[in-house]
């Protein structure tokens, strides 16, 4: 069957996209409403569509964006600057492509010091291209996987107020959106103030009400409650969503959705998420991969019952990572936030049913191990501590010997021999 005879393919150029309308109205307003020196920071997991996300963003805004991809490189970020002539560039193309002719740009001066490249661009370079424009279009800087140039900054690459210095610049013709993973949140921390809470939005997992969108993409209906199958199949998470939706279209070969086609896709579904799941896998802490061991085999062991965190701990205490309650709720909050689990009304689920298939059939109770604690480096003795010990088993050591010395049998003396006389 040809790619795009399957409105789920992921390998087509224009995938169905549903959702994120409170997304894409905040991002329109913070690049059209006043003047601020942020940047749109959109976080989310892997395969959450952040990248999707940007292309959906071209295709719903209108002709007065003009967008700069900015390819965030270990080239483009090894100093200042390279990254200021890189989004320089990046203007530069971007202009280009709406048709515009850029010859008449200045040329980059990356002669010039970084301090200066900053003022030549808020003096010369951006009001030029401004101009080049038009005053009724803005440019939009699009950094996706930003997190590099976050990490250059924290290695001392690049300055600690770069973000401040971009920020600066941004205004009524400039706007700047910047994509990163989840867990980087805290390490987009070193673009402040360009990145600030109120200015960063989270990708989330779809609705089953999103899911049933996505479905009418598809070739024709679909059996009640096929939806929201698929929803509990996939937890939500897009990529995953739309792979299972593009196999079970391919199954059904025309005919209505039914559950059972999801059941008969499983296998190879799981194929291919399995390098997915061993990814998020590893990303996990120790507490958090135990508890959701836990939770994937009492699914399985009692699937029409609630699971409470107290059967969550008392299936660990059989096995030799215990944990108690209050680390288990501690962990619970985290996979909640990580939209790997739901917990409500004292039940706690795994999310994607496929990823709990795959947590049961990877991870047994006989595989769950402790490490051994390492003893902090503090905990080593200091030098002047080595010393002293050093010097009282020196003394111990002597006194013993002091001891033996002290207490063995003197030597018994031969008796002298007998002086000769020789007379004459």
Known sequence: MPASANPFDPTQPNLPFVGREVLFARVHQHLTGAPVTQAVLLLGRRRSGRTAFLRALRQRFDESFVWADCGLTPQTTRDETAFWHMAWEAAKHAAAARGLSVHRLPHFPDDKPAADLRVWFAQRGLPELYQLIRPHRRLVWVMDNAEPLADAVQRGDLPTDLGAAVGMLLGT???LVLTAHLDAE???ANLAPLTQAESTLRLSAFSSAEVEQLLTHGRGGSESGYALALHRMTGGAPELTLRAAALAHDYARGNYYKTEHLRAITPDLLLWARPGFGLLW????ADEQVVMVALAHLHYAQPDKPIAAEQVEAWLTDS???LDLTAIFSVLRRLEF??????????VRIRAEVFEQWVRETVRRDHLR???????PDSLPSPRTTRLWLIVLGVVVGLLLLLIALGAPSPVTPDPLPTVVLGG
């Open 370 to 376: 402790r490490a051994a604690p390492t003893p902090p």
């Open 173 to 175: 013709q400039l706007g």
């Open 186 to 188: 805290a390490r987009m």
């Open 320 to 322: 030799e990572y215990p």
């Open 338 to 347: 990580f939209e790997l689990v739901d917990h409500a009304h004292r039940d």
């Open 282 to 285: 590893d990303n996990l802490t």
